[in-house]
């Protein structure tokens, strides 16, 4: 999630913890007038901090509780979500985190301003984890969001940051009023949480920014469970370590993306809009008129057209698309590609993936001064033009040296469930009891910082009797 789109996020349910908090202070004034009435008297800070606590909960519980249902998905393993973080190197799912740890800090800090009964810190630590575990258990049982340890660790985080940031507020007001406080030394004691935190996220930042190559999304985060799921494999495995290369690509600017989005639709006889969307890893570029549209990726400058065809064909074209082409020849698909100048080495392997999809695989082969190497995935559709390409074929300006593992040694962390299970393929893992390796080649992906980097692809049948197939990935560096 994006930074406007976090902001939007929360500014609708701020709306209405503001309307929830409007009421509470209307309520809280009444009953005010009522206990004066009465000789009683309730003081203003305690309405005014009502309010704001009321306003919060409504809003924590609507940040927390009104997202979209993933089924009931259980993630017990500590750091999980940290790992994943880390390995995708992307600073939505940073702030992600940080935001987690940032929802529960106003409960730590409203409780003991709130209650005396708060001033113990186990209280407060204890009410913020009972807080952090109800809301997961509401969110299993309703099917909302995803339930994790990390959340609750997080959550438990936030609130013993907000209580220290609470106990500097009570100790400046002790001060102010010449009362006898707890000491400034006990109050410092309650800031640890808070520096730890910050000062574990810098070092990994700066941890990081001091790697010679960046990380990689397909590296697991947490094991799958394999107990039962036999893994087996028909091709032959070898033991032995391997030398081969990482390749250094080039991580592409907002800029760069335009410039090639601007020759590339020139080429196609259109012209760059000015309508974009750029993202953390991609920007979307449209053409004029609007036939097409190109999803460029920062990291490598790989890339997605889909053609929309003519404006009197997209609603027909659209009803046919889903009829996928199936049985056309190399040579036809590659006619089919020299309009949209697309152009692949003659070394490029052909395959069929079925669905009406075709790929091209390209081994890294010398181009110029550079290497080549990846694939592109066609979808060709009626009236001879393509529908979707999406080309990941990277150029790279030099190469390094590396050892890798074996692949029988890569296979066997597919044994223990090292992997990152694929997008749309495995999904229900309770319905597998097979997987057998049919066939495993060396391919190249793009990590964090741009290099290409050797992993390992497993292709695998799913319940043989079945016959469905996925590719799996292990990195090939250890």
Request: charged fraction near 25%; aromatic fraction near 14%; include cysteine.
């Amino acid at each position: 999630m994006g930074l406007r789109e976090l902001f939007y996020f929360a500014l609708q349910y701020v709306k209405l913890g503001v309307i929830v908090g409007i009421l509470f202070f209307i309520g809280a004034v009444l009953y005010k007038r009522q206990q004066k009435r009465a000789g009683k008297d309730v003081p203003k800070i305690k309405i005014f901090l009502g309010t704001l606590f009321v306003m919060y909960i409504a809003f924590l519980f609507c940040a927390t509780l009104a997202r979209e249902g993933y089924g009931r998905v259980i993630k017990l393993q500590p750091f999980s979500s940290y790992i994943a973080a880390w390995n995708s190197a992307s600073a939505s799912e940073w702030r992600n985190l940080i935001v987690n740890i940032l929802l529960f800090t106003p409960l730590g800090f409203l409780l003991p301003l709130l209650s005396t009964r708060f001033h113990k810190w186990c209280h407060t630590y204890a009410a913020g984890f009972l807080m952090a575990v109800f809301i997961e258990g509401v969110q299993f049982v309703f099917q909302r969001g995803i339930v994790e340890f990390d959340d609750v660790l997080n959550n438990t985080l936030g609130v013993m940051i907000g209580y220290g940031f609470s106990r500097v507020v009570m100790q400046f007001g002790k001060y102010r009023n010449k009362e006898n406080g707890t000491g400034w030394g006990t109050v410092l004691l309650y800031q640890v949480p808070a520096v730890i935190v910050v000062c574990a996220y810098l070092g990994v930042f700066y941890y990081y920014s001091q790697l010679p190559m960046g990380t990689l999304s397909c590296q697991y985060s947490e094991k799958v469970s394999m107990s039962q799921i036999e893994v087996t494999s028909r091709c032959e495995l070898d033991p032995n370590e391997k030398e081969d290369y990482v390749y250094v690509s080039k991580i592409w600017s907002v800029e760069d993306c335009q410039s090639f989005a601007k020759d590339f639709f020139e080429k196609l006889g259109a012209a760059l809009s000015e309508r974009q969307n750029a993202y953390e890893n991609i920007v979307i570029l449209n053409s004029e008129p609007s036939r097409y549209i190109l999803q460029m990726a920062y990291r490598g400058g790989g890339y997605e057209l889909t053609d929309f065809g003519l404006e009197d064909e997209i609603e027909e074209e659209e009803m046919v698309v889903d009829e996928k082409i199936n049985g056309l020849s190399e040579e036809k698909v590659r006619e089919l590609l020299r309009p949209y100048c697309v152009e692949l080495p003659p070394s490029a392997v052909f395959s069929e993936l079925g669905d009406g999809e075709y790929r091209f695989e390209v081994e890294p082969v010398s181009e110029g001064e550079g290497w080549l190497c990846g694939e592109c995935i066609v979808v060709p559709t009626k009236k001879d033009r393509i529908w979707n390409i999406r080309n990941h074929i990277f150029g790279f300006s030099e190469r390094n040296g590396v050892t890798i593992c074996s692949e029988q040694e890569a296979f066997e962390c597919l044994e223990r469930g090292e992997f990152v299970v694929p997008e749309g393929e495995m999904q229900d893992l309770s319905e597998i009891s097979e997987i057998t390796v049919s066939h495993v080649k060396i391919a190249y992906e793009i990590d964090s910082k741009g290099f290409g980097q050797p992993v390992y692809v497993f292709r695998v049948v799913i319940n043989q009797n079945e016959g469905e197939t996925a590719e799996i990935k292990i990195p090939a560096i250890r």
